[in-house]
């Protein structure tokens, strides 16, 4: 009898979650795929094929060694001014319990999970099904996503803890509870921990609850808003503590000024100059302040100052820096990534790469003409901070300059699927309209 019903339970669950499955069981395969090549590449180490380019491995090093939040190959271990702790933790204990290997194959298969959020949240903004199971199957075959599933950097962590943030989001609007209020807080907190890029969405966010009361219920709206503050803030408290200790000054981490500095003014001097980027870098700064330990949130003001003088002195130039910047940020597909990847020569996959570009370019037009129809015929809270959240993420991207890579999209991929689906489902009536 129990055998049964533990059957029937399971036929059940396959049958309420089939698309969840079949979504999990297709982006696991792809990123286990991608793992085993990018393994290969690196003639079998899988250390050389998972460590990224950030210092995130080294820093979660140190913390396994007990040498401090640092990323120094030798004492003093400085502390380090750029990172936040949320992934560099949940990273040490992976490896301190699993070794290399078994931490990067967790990462692969927990991020297996993204794409099912991506459609959930596409369905919500659509409030269709098919396009959330479309945007699921683009998620789950994204080139950068399945690099980025194995590979240590923030963003696996920070998409589960975003994307999920997002739906809690959605569904408090709708309720306005307590509980639900809570627990996105709590996600929106770890994730500033995770990426600090996005520390300012909590204030957004508390506009959208005070305008989701109303005026009648302004003080409850308050109420929730603080308590929203209030959650985030008691999650970012002890690493402000920490940084207030060991630089003096409160603040989650020095990465805008560094970007800035190391980033745009030398893009911004290259153009200027119609130089190399890199001579440009090599000329601005000195090796030391490009190394993540000199600019810290003490001196970052500073250094933040040089850099705006550099993008007033080049009006033009910045202006072809930011548009290079969102053109690439919309548009850039990640393939070109993954055949370097694979050790073959790009030029021979160069119709693959310019249809995979022409796709993304005609998903942004569309997702342009979708965004405004849903401004305009959905006014409400939510559809305010969708839109709000793709163009934060869009110009966010910009100070990385020649930096700016699909991996800045990923957060905000399933509203601009939504949004394409919904242009696409405008321009489709339009043409009948007129037949």
């Not at 059940?12 to 982006?27: D, G, M, P, V």
């Not at 694979?342 to 003409?369: E, H, K, N, Q, S």
């Not at 839109?387 to 100070?399: E, K, N, P």
Request: include cysteine; proline fraction near 4%.
């Amino acid at each position: 009898m129990y055998t049964v019903l533990i059957m029937n339970s399971i036929k059940n669950f396959i049958r309420t979650y089939k698309a969840e499955l079949l979504l999990f069981t297709l982006s696991l395969t792809v990123h286990a795929i991608v793992f085993a090549i990018a393994v290969q590449v690196h003639g079998g180490s899988v250390i050389d094929a998972v460590r990224g380019a950030d210092g995130y491995f080294e820093l979660a090093q140190n913390v396994i060694a007990g040498n401090g939040f640092s990323m120094s190959a030798t004492t003093p271990y400085a502390p380090n001014p750029l990172r936040t702790p949320g992934y560099v933790y949940v990273l040490s204990v992976l490896i301190a319990t699993l070794g290399v290997t078994g931490a990067s194959i967790i990462q692969l298969i927990v991020a297996s999970a993204i794409p099912i959020f991506g459609m959930h949240i596409a369905r919500i903004i659509t409030e269709s099904r098919g396009i959330g199971v479309l945007t699921g199957v683009i998620l789950a075959l994204d080139p950068t996503l399945a690099l980025l599933s194995f590979e240590f950097f923030t963003d696996t962590l920070f998409l589960l803890l975003f994307l999920p943030w997002l739906l809690l989001t959605f569904r408090y609007l709708e309720r306005r509870d307590l509980a639900t209020l809570t627990m996105s807080a709590i996600l929106l907190g770890l994730a500033i921990l995770v990426r600090p890029v996005v520390q300012y969405i909590p204030f957004v966010v508390t506009l959208c609850i005070l305008w989701s009361f109303g005026r009648d219920t302004w003080r409850r709206g308050l109420l929730h808003s603080a308590l929203y503050l209030l959650v985030i803030g008691a999650i970012l408290a002890p690493w402000i503590v920490r940084n207030i200790h060991e630089f003096g000054v409160p603040g989650l981490s020095a990465q805008t000024p560094y970007v800035l500095f190391t980033n745009l003014a030398p893009a911004v001097l290259s153009v200027a100059h119609t130089s190399d980027f890199q001579f440009e870098r090599q000329n601005f700064m000195t090796e030391a302040e490009s190394d993540g330990n000199v600019i810290t949130l003490a001196n970052g003001g500073g250094y933040t100052g040089r850099a705006i003088e550099v993008v007033r002195a080049h009006p033009l130039a910045t202006t072809y820096i930011a548009v290079k910047s969102l053109f690439t940020f919309f548009t850039n597909d990640g393939f070109y990534t993954l055949i370097t990847l694979t050790g073959r020569a790009p030029a021979d996959f160069f119709l693959l790469l310019i249809m995979t570009r022409l796709v993304w370019i005609a998903i942004t037009c569309a997702a342009c003409i979708g965004a405004v129809i849903y401004l305009f015929a959905k006014r409400s809270p939510r559809t305010i901070l969708v839109v709000f959240l793709v163009v934060y993420f869009a110009l966010t991207s910009c100070i990385a300059a020649f930096g700016t890579n699909p991996r800045y999209r990923l957060p905000v991929d399933p509203i601009i699927i939504a949004f394409a689906a919904l242009g696409v489902l405008y321009i489709r009536e339009r043409v009948r309209a007129r037949r």
